[in-house]
Protein backbone atom coordinates (compact mmCIF):
# COMPACT_ATOMS: atom_id res chain seq x y z
CA UNK A 1 0.00 0.00 0.00
CA UNK A 2 2.52 2.38 -1.66
CA UNK A 3 1.60 5.71 -1.86
CA UNK A 4 -0.13 7.52 -5.73
CA UNK A 5 -0.13 10.96 -4.41
CA UNK A 6 -2.39 9.26 -2.14
CA UNK A 7 -4.32 9.65 -4.26
CA UNK A 8 -5.66 12.61 -6.24
CA UNK A 9 -8.71 10.87 -4.79
CA UNK A 10 -10.81 12.94 -2.85
CA UNK A 11 -12.95 13.44 -5.86
CA UNK A 12 -12.48 10.20 -6.94
CA UNK A 13 -13.11 8.88 -4.04
CA UNK A 14 -16.54 10.45 -4.33
CA UNK A 15 -17.32 10.47 -7.80
CA UNK A 16 -20.41 8.38 -9.34
CA UNK A 17 -19.76 5.13 -9.95
CA UNK A 18 -19.71 5.09 -13.42
CA UNK A 19 -17.18 3.56 -16.44
CA UNK A 20 -17.87 4.39 -20.19
CA UNK A 21 -19.61 1.78 -22.26
CA UNK A 22 -17.12 -0.41 -24.48
CA UNK A 23 -17.76 -2.59 -27.53
CA UNK A 24 -17.30 -6.39 -26.54
CA UNK A 25 -14.72 -8.29 -27.94
CA UNK A 26 -14.03 -11.98 -28.08
CA UNK A 27 -12.39 -13.60 -24.35
CA UNK A 28 -9.26 -13.82 -23.83
CA UNK A 29 -7.82 -17.31 -25.02
CA UNK A 30 -6.45 -18.59 -22.01
CA UNK A 31 -4.09 -21.51 -20.77
CA UNK A 32 -5.05 -20.31 -17.21
CA UNK A 33 -6.54 -23.37 -14.61
CA UNK A 34 -10.63 -23.27 -15.01
CA UNK A 35 -12.69 -20.65 -13.23
CA UNK A 36 -12.32 -21.64 -9.32
CA UNK A 37 -9.26 -23.75 -9.40
CA UNK A 38 -6.99 -21.23 -8.79
CA UNK A 39 -5.17 -21.33 -5.02
CA UNK A 40 -6.14 -17.95 -4.40
CA UNK A 41 -9.41 -17.29 -2.42
CA UNK A 42 -9.55 -15.55 0.82
CA UNK A 43 -5.96 -14.14 1.72
CA UNK A 44 -4.07 -11.77 3.86
CA UNK A 45 -0.90 -9.22 3.11
CA UNK A 46 2.19 -9.94 5.22
CA UNK A 47 3.49 -6.68 4.86
CA UNK A 48 6.59 -6.02 6.75
CA UNK A 49 8.07 -9.32 6.56
CA UNK A 50 10.46 -7.82 3.80
CA UNK A 51 10.50 -4.25 4.33
CA UNK A 52 10.59 -1.63 6.69
CA UNK A 53 14.77 -1.34 5.71
CA UNK A 54 17.61 0.36 7.11
CA UNK A 55 19.19 2.48 4.34
CA UNK A 56 22.07 4.94 4.23
CA UNK A 57 21.00 8.33 3.58
CA UNK A 58 22.14 10.04 0.31
CA UNK A 59 24.40 10.32 -1.40
CA UNK A 60 25.21 6.71 -0.59
CA UNK A 61 22.65 3.63 -2.30
CA UNK A 62 22.97 0.74 -0.26
CA UNK A 63 21.85 -0.44 3.16
CA UNK A 64 23.26 -1.62 6.36
CA UNK A 65 23.44 -5.46 6.95
CA UNK A 66 20.77 -7.04 7.54
CA UNK A 67 18.90 -4.41 5.99
CA UNK A 68 15.54 -4.97 7.44
CA UNK A 69 15.00 -3.70 10.70
CA UNK A 70 14.85 -6.14 13.36
CA UNK A 71 12.24 -5.51 15.21
CA UNK A 72 10.15 -5.38 12.85
CA UNK A 73 6.97 -7.97 12.70
CA UNK A 74 7.25 -11.37 10.68
CA UNK A 75 5.29 -14.28 10.64
CA UNK A 76 6.05 -17.31 12.45
CA UNK A 77 5.12 -21.03 11.17
CA UNK A 78 2.63 -20.72 14.71
CA UNK A 79 1.07 -17.78 12.92
CA UNK A 80 0.61 -19.07 9.40
CA UNK A 81 -1.01 -22.01 10.73
CA UNK A 82 -3.25 -20.38 12.71
CA UNK A 83 -4.09 -18.07 9.44
CA UNK A 84 -4.78 -21.32 7.47
CA UNK A 85 -7.12 -22.07 10.43
CA UNK A 86 -9.09 -19.16 10.18
CA UNK A 87 -10.08 -19.90 6.63
CA UNK A 88 -7.16 -17.83 4.47
CA UNK A 89 -6.12 -19.68 1.57
CA UNK A 90 -2.52 -17.55 0.93
CA UNK A 91 -0.63 -14.78 1.56
CA UNK A 92 0.23 -11.53 -0.55
CA UNK A 93 4.17 -11.22 0.67
CA UNK A 94 5.27 -7.60 -0.66
CA UNK A 95 9.08 -7.55 -0.78
CA UNK A 96 11.01 -4.26 -1.10
CA UNK A 97 13.15 -4.56 -4.35
CA UNK A 98 15.62 -2.01 -2.94
CA UNK A 99 18.02 -4.29 -0.29
CA UNK A 100 18.27 -7.27 -3.12
CA UNK A 101 19.16 -4.66 -5.80
CA UNK A 102 21.62 -2.66 -3.43
CA UNK A 103 23.11 -5.86 -2.40
CA UNK A 104 26.05 -7.45 -3.60
CA UNK A 105 26.46 -10.98 -4.81
CA UNK A 106 26.77 -12.71 -1.37
CA UNK A 107 24.13 -10.88 0.27
CA UNK A 108 21.59 -11.33 -2.53
CA UNK A 109 22.13 -15.02 -2.26
CA UNK A 110 21.33 -14.62 1.48
CA UNK A 111 18.14 -12.52 0.50
CA UNK A 112 16.90 -14.31 -1.86
CA UNK A 113 17.15 -17.83 0.39
CA UNK A 114 15.66 -15.66 3.14
CA UNK A 115 12.72 -15.49 0.46
CA UNK A 116 12.52 -18.89 -0.66
CA UNK A 117 12.39 -20.07 2.91
CA UNK A 118 9.38 -17.46 3.71
CA UNK A 119 7.65 -19.10 0.99
CA UNK A 120 8.19 -22.35 1.77
CA UNK A 121 7.34 -21.45 5.47
CA UNK A 122 3.90 -20.40 3.61
CA UNK A 123 3.19 -23.76 1.76
CA UNK A 124 3.82 -25.97 4.49
CA UNK A 125 1.10 -24.32 6.54
CA UNK A 126 -0.98 -25.00 3.48
CA UNK A 127 -0.98 -21.50 1.87
CA UNK A 128 -0.67 -20.06 -1.38
CA UNK A 129 1.56 -17.02 -1.53
CA UNK A 130 1.30 -14.01 -4.44
CA UNK A 131 4.87 -12.52 -4.16
CA UNK A 132 4.39 -8.66 -4.97
CA UNK A 133 7.28 -6.87 -5.42
CA UNK A 134 6.82 -3.70 -3.55
CA UNK A 135 8.92 -0.57 -3.92
CA UNK A 136 9.31 1.56 -1.18
CA UNK A 137 8.18 5.36 -2.36
CA UNK A 138 9.69 7.13 0.13
CA UNK A 139 13.03 5.40 0.14
CA UNK A 140 15.32 8.47 -1.47
CA UNK A 141 17.10 6.05 -4.07
CA UNK A 142 15.40 2.64 -4.68
CA UNK A 143 12.42 4.04 -5.40
CA UNK A 144 9.19 3.64 -8.23
CA UNK A 145 10.27 6.68 -10.06
CA UNK A 146 14.20 5.26 -10.69
CA UNK A 147 12.37 1.80 -11.22
CA UNK A 148 10.10 1.78 -13.31
CA UNK A 149 8.33 5.18 -13.89
CA UNK A 150 9.45 4.28 -17.47
CA UNK A 151 11.30 1.28 -20.08
CA UNK A 152 14.44 4.26 -19.99
CA UNK A 153 13.95 4.77 -15.64
CA UNK A 154 17.45 4.45 -14.38
CA UNK A 155 17.45 1.57 -12.39
CA UNK A 156 14.85 -0.74 -15.01
CA UNK A 157 16.98 -2.87 -16.02
CA UNK A 158 17.95 -3.86 -12.75
CA UNK A 159 14.77 -4.36 -11.54
CA UNK A 160 13.61 -6.70 -14.74
CA UNK A 161 16.95 -8.65 -13.87
CA UNK A 162 15.55 -9.19 -10.43
CA UNK A 163 11.77 -10.00 -11.43
CA UNK A 164 13.08 -12.78 -13.72
CA UNK A 165 15.15 -13.78 -11.11
CA UNK A 166 12.48 -14.09 -8.52
CA UNK A 167 10.26 -15.69 -11.19
CA UNK A 168 12.61 -18.46 -11.69
CA UNK A 169 12.99 -19.27 -8.16
CA UNK A 170 9.32 -19.36 -8.08
CA UNK A 171 8.89 -21.36 -10.86
CA UNK A 172 10.64 -24.38 -9.07
CA UNK A 173 7.52 -24.23 -6.13
CA UNK A 174 4.44 -26.07 -6.05
CA UNK A 175 2.25 -25.32 -9.03
CA UNK A 176 -0.67 -23.40 -8.61
CA UNK A 177 0.32 -22.51 -5.21
CA UNK A 178 2.61 -19.73 -6.38
CA UNK A 179 2.32 -16.47 -8.18
CA UNK A 180 4.19 -13.34 -9.38
CA UNK A 181 3.13 -9.72 -8.91
CA UNK A 182 6.20 -7.64 -10.15
CA UNK A 183 4.81 -4.07 -9.64
CA UNK A 184 2.72 -2.88 -6.50
CA UNK A 185 1.21 0.80 -7.21
CA UNK A 186 2.37 1.66 -10.32
CA UNK A 187 2.32 5.46 -10.40
CA UNK A 188 1.34 6.03 -13.91
CA UNK A 189 -1.63 7.83 -14.67
CA UNK A 190 -4.86 5.53 -15.85
CA UNK A 191 -4.36 6.15 -19.76
CA UNK A 192 -0.15 6.43 -19.14
CA UNK A 193 1.15 4.85 -22.40
CA UNK A 194 4.29 4.19 -20.31
CA UNK A 195 2.70 1.79 -18.12
CA UNK A 196 1.55 -1.33 -20.70
CA UNK A 197 5.32 -0.89 -21.93
CA UNK A 198 6.83 -1.28 -18.74
CA UNK A 199 4.17 -3.99 -17.37
CA UNK A 200 4.80 -6.00 -20.93
CA UNK A 201 8.38 -5.82 -20.74
CA UNK A 202 8.17 -6.83 -17.24
CA UNK A 203 6.25 -9.55 -17.91
CA UNK A 204 8.29 -10.83 -21.02
CA UNK A 205 11.50 -10.88 -18.51
CA UNK A 206 9.49 -12.83 -15.95
CA UNK A 207 8.08 -15.43 -18.84
CA UNK A 208 12.52 -16.42 -19.78
CA UNK A 209 12.70 -17.69 -16.35
CA UNK A 210 9.74 -18.41 -15.02
CA UNK A 211 7.57 -19.73 -18.14
CA UNK A 212 4.30 -21.44 -16.13
CA UNK A 213 4.55 -18.69 -12.89
CA UNK A 214 0.96 -17.76 -12.71
CA UNK A 215 2.09 -13.65 -13.20
CA UNK A 216 -0.68 -10.65 -11.57
CA UNK A 217 -0.98 -8.06 -14.10
CA UNK A 218 -2.86 -4.29 -13.06
CA UNK A 219 -3.65 -1.09 -14.31
CA UNK A 220 -2.02 2.43 -14.22
CA UNK A 221 -2.60 4.88 -11.32
CA UNK A 222 -1.59 2.87 -8.24
CA UNK A 223 -3.97 -0.09 -9.61
CA UNK A 224 -6.95 1.90 -8.51
CA UNK A 225 -10.90 0.21 -10.17
CA UNK A 226 -10.04 2.91 -13.06
CA UNK A 227 -6.87 1.71 -13.56
CA UNK A 228 -7.24 -1.75 -14.18
CA UNK A 229 -11.04 -0.73 -16.24
CA UNK A 230 -8.53 1.78 -18.44
CA UNK A 231 -6.14 -1.79 -19.15
CA UNK A 232 -7.00 -3.62 -22.44
CA UNK A 233 -5.95 -7.24 -21.54
CA UNK A 234 -5.90 -8.58 -24.96
CA UNK A 235 -2.08 -8.32 -25.42
CA UNK A 236 -1.69 -9.91 -22.40
CA UNK A 237 -3.10 -12.67 -23.16
CA UNK A 238 0.76 -13.86 -24.67
CA UNK A 239 1.67 -13.91 -20.95
CA UNK A 240 -0.60 -16.60 -19.46
CA UNK A 241 -1.30 -18.06 -17.20
CA UNK A 242 -2.35 -14.82 -15.70
CA UNK A 243 -4.18 -13.20 -13.17
CA UNK A 244 -5.61 -9.61 -12.90
CA UNK A 245 -5.62 -7.06 -9.59
CA UNK A 246 -6.77 -3.83 -8.15
CA UNK A 247 -6.87 -2.09 -5.08
CA UNK A 248 -9.83 -0.96 -2.98
CA UNK A 249 -9.91 1.62 0.10
CA UNK A 250 -12.82 4.14 -1.41
CA UNK A 251 -14.05 5.83 -0.25
CA UNK A 252 -10.02 7.42 1.35
CA UNK A 253 -11.81 9.70 3.82
CA UNK A 254 -13.21 6.82 5.58
CA UNK A 255 -10.23 3.80 5.07
CA UNK A 256 -7.40 6.74 5.54
CA UNK A 257 -8.65 9.06 8.21
CA UNK A 258 -5.63 9.51 10.57
CA UNK A 259 -3.00 7.69 7.96
CA UNK A 260 -0.27 10.25 9.33
CA UNK A 261 1.24 9.40 5.83
CA UNK A 262 -1.48 10.97 3.58
CA UNK A 263 -0.09 13.99 1.98
CA UNK A 264 -3.27 15.67 1.91
CA UNK A 265 -3.73 17.89 5.11
CA UNK A 266 -7.53 16.86 5.59
CA UNK A 267 -5.80 13.15 6.71
CA UNK A 268 -3.69 14.56 9.99
CA UNK A 269 -6.62 15.40 11.85
CA UNK A 270 -9.31 13.52 10.27
CA UNK A 271 -10.83 10.83 13.09
CA UNK A 272 -14.68 10.07 13.51
CA UNK A 273 -15.56 9.23 10.25
CA UNK A 274 -18.66 7.22 10.39
CA UNK A 275 -19.35 4.23 8.41
CA UNK A 276 -22.20 3.83 6.49
CA UNK A 277 -22.16 8.01 6.83
CA UNK A 278 -25.45 6.91 8.02
CA UNK A 279 -23.98 6.06 10.98
CA UNK A 280 -22.83 9.60 12.67
CA UNK A 281 -23.32 12.99 11.64
CA UNK A 282 -21.20 15.98 9.94
CA UNK A 283 -21.17 18.01 12.99
CA UNK A 284 -19.92 15.21 15.22
CA UNK A 285 -16.96 14.10 13.10
CA UNK A 286 -16.16 18.06 12.92
CA UNK A 287 -16.48 18.25 16.46
CA UNK A 288 -13.70 15.25 16.71
CA UNK A 289 -11.38 16.88 14.03
CA UNK A 290 -11.66 20.01 15.97
CA UNK A 291 -10.42 18.64 19.74
CA UNK A 292 -7.85 16.54 17.14
CA UNK A 293 -6.56 20.07 15.85
CA UNK A 294 -6.41 21.31 19.36
CA UNK A 295 -3.97 19.09 20.10
CA UNK A 296 -1.70 19.60 16.96
CA UNK A 297 1.57 21.89 18.00
CA UNK A 298 3.41 20.90 14.77
CA UNK A 299 1.01 23.11 12.66
CA UNK A 300 0.66 26.63 12.24
CA UNK A 301 -3.18 27.86 13.05
CA UNK A 302 -2.77 29.54 9.46
CA UNK A 303 -2.22 26.18 8.11
CA UNK A 304 -4.67 24.42 10.55
CA UNK A 305 -7.39 26.32 9.51
CA UNK A 306 -7.02 26.14 5.83
CA UNK A 307 -6.79 22.35 6.75
CA UNK A 308 -9.97 22.65 8.67
CA UNK A 309 -11.97 24.24 5.88
CA UNK A 310 -10.43 21.61 3.12
CA UNK A 311 -12.16 19.30 5.42
CA UNK A 312 -15.29 20.58 6.34
CA UNK A 313 -15.92 21.08 2.56
CA UNK A 314 -15.04 17.55 1.68
CA UNK A 315 -16.91 16.12 4.36
CA UNK A 316 -20.29 17.80 3.71
CA UNK A 317 -20.21 15.96 0.82
CA UNK A 318 -19.15 12.57 2.34
CA UNK A 319 -22.31 13.08 4.36
CA UNK A 320 -24.06 14.46 0.89
CA UNK A 321 -23.31 11.40 -0.21
CA UNK A 322 -24.41 8.65 2.04
CA UNK A 323 -21.96 5.86 0.77
CA UNK A 324 -22.66 2.92 2.57
CA UNK A 325 -21.98 -0.93 1.32
CA UNK A 326 -24.46 0.03 -2.06
CA UNK A 327 -21.34 2.57 -2.99
CA UNK A 328 -18.71 -0.06 -2.90
CA UNK A 329 -21.19 -2.37 -4.84
CA UNK A 330 -20.84 0.47 -7.48
CA UNK A 331 -17.53 0.69 -7.45
CA UNK A 332 -16.47 -3.13 -7.89
CA UNK A 333 -19.77 -3.06 -10.99
CA UNK A 334 -16.80 -1.69 -13.08
CA UNK A 335 -14.66 -4.04 -12.75
CA UNK A 336 -17.08 -6.83 -12.95
CA UNK A 337 -18.44 -5.00 -16.37
CA UNK A 338 -14.89 -4.58 -17.51
CA UNK A 339 -14.56 -8.71 -16.75
CA UNK A 340 -17.65 -9.54 -18.68
CA UNK A 341 -16.64 -7.29 -21.82
CA UNK A 342 -13.81 -8.67 -21.74
CA UNK A 343 -14.88 -12.32 -20.80
CA UNK A 344 -12.16 -12.74 -18.03
CA UNK A 345 -13.80 -14.75 -15.48
CA UNK A 346 -14.31 -13.19 -12.38
CA UNK A 347 -12.44 -15.15 -10.33
CA UNK A 348 -9.10 -14.29 -11.85
CA UNK A 349 -9.47 -10.93 -10.82
CA UNK A 350 -7.87 -10.14 -7.13
CA UNK A 351 -8.52 -7.25 -5.11
CA UNK A 352 -4.90 -7.29 -3.66
CA UNK A 353 -5.37 -5.09 -0.97
CA UNK A 354 -8.49 -3.58 0.97
CA UNK A 355 -8.83 -2.33 4.84
CA UNK A 356 -9.12 0.60 7.10
CA UNK A 357 -6.97 2.15 9.65
CA UNK A 358 -7.82 1.33 13.15
CA UNK A 359 -7.86 3.21 16.11
CA UNK A 360 -5.83 2.25 18.81
CA UNK A 361 -2.30 3.62 20.70
CA UNK A 362 -0.46 4.94 17.73
CA UNK A 363 -3.58 6.05 15.63
CA UNK A 364 -6.61 8.08 15.98
CA UNK A 365 -8.91 7.24 12.90
CA UNK A 366 -11.93 5.24 12.07
CA UNK A 367 -14.00 4.02 15.29
CA UNK A 368 -13.56 0.62 15.81
CA UNK A 369 -16.86 -0.87 15.16
CA UNK A 370 -17.12 1.37 11.86
CA UNK A 371 -14.15 -0.23 10.53
CA UNK A 372 -15.25 -3.74 10.83
CA UNK A 373 -18.43 -2.72 9.18
CA UNK A 374 -16.20 -1.63 6.57
CA UNK A 375 -14.23 -4.41 6.07
CA UNK A 376 -17.44 -6.87 6.34
CA UNK A 377 -19.31 -4.81 3.38
CA UNK A 378 -15.84 -4.78 1.03
CA UNK A 379 -15.25 -7.95 1.58
CA UNK A 380 -18.86 -8.92 0.94
CA UNK A 381 -18.97 -6.89 -1.84
CA UNK A 382 -16.35 -8.29 -3.15
CA UNK A 383 -17.80 -12.27 -2.72
CA UNK A 384 -20.76 -11.30 -4.10
CA UNK A 385 -18.98 -10.33 -7.25
CA UNK A 386 -16.47 -13.71 -7.00
CA UNK A 387 -13.71 -11.93 -6.88
CA UNK A 388 -10.72 -13.26 -4.72
CA UNK A 389 -9.26 -10.86 -1.93
CA UNK A 390 -6.42 -10.11 0.29
CA UNK A 391 -7.06 -7.96 3.11
CA UNK A 392 -4.10 -5.58 3.67
CA UNK A 393 -2.89 -6.06 6.49
CA UNK A 394 -1.76 -8.95 8.65
CA UNK A 395 0.11 -6.30 11.29
CA UNK A 396 0.53 -2.45 11.60
CA UNK A 397 -2.39 -0.25 12.15
CA UNK A 398 -4.58 -2.00 9.56
CA UNK A 399 -3.58 -5.16 10.72
CA UNK A 400 -6.06 -8.10 11.95
CA UNK A 401 -2.97 -9.66 14.62
CA UNK A 402 -1.39 -7.89 17.25
CA UNK A 403 2.46 -6.79 16.24
CA UNK A 404 3.68 -8.02 19.99
CA UNK A 405 1.06 -10.48 21.49
CA UNK A 406 -0.10 -12.22 18.20
CA UNK A 407 -3.28 -12.27 19.04
CA UNK A 408 -5.83 -12.45 16.14
CA UNK A 409 -8.79 -9.37 16.51
CA UNK A 410 -11.93 -11.07 16.61
CA UNK A 411 -13.58 -7.99 15.29
CA UNK A 412 -11.28 -8.30 12.23
CA UNK A 413 -11.65 -11.76 11.87
CA UNK A 414 -15.36 -11.87 12.07
CA UNK A 415 -15.45 -8.73 9.35
CA UNK A 416 -13.49 -11.01 7.09
CA UNK A 417 -15.80 -13.96 7.29
CA UNK A 418 -13.17 -15.86 8.97
CA UNK A 419 -12.88 -18.19 12.09
CA UNK A 420 -11.13 -17.55 15.32
CA UNK A 421 -8.35 -20.60 15.54
CA UNK A 422 -8.10 -22.60 18.41
CA UNK A 423 -5.22 -21.50 20.21
Avoid at 114 to 131: E, S, T
Avoid at 236 to 247: G, M, N, Q, V, Y
Avoid at 249 to 255: A, D, G, H, I, T
Avoid at 358 to 366: K, N, S
Amino acid sequence: MTGWSRRQVLKAALGAATVPLATTVPPLVSQARTAGAWRFRRGVNTWPWFALTREFPAPRTDYDWPPFQSQRPVPTSADLARLRASGLDFIRLPVDPGPFLAADAGQRAELMGMLDAAVDAARAADLGVIVNVQANGATHYWNPDRMYSSTVAPEFESYRALVSEIAERLQGKTAGTVALEPVNEPPQDCSSEAWPAVQASLLTAARVLGPSVPLLVTGGCGSMVRGLTALDPAPLADFEPILFTFHFYEPYLFSHQGAPWMREPVYRALNNVPWPASAGSLEQTLASVRARMAQDTERSDEAKKAAYAETERVLKVYFDTQPDRRFIDGYLKQVSDWADRHGIARERIIMGEFGALRTDARYTAAPNPDRARYVADVRQSAEAASFPWAFWDLFDGMGMMDDTTRALDPAMVGALGLTMPAE
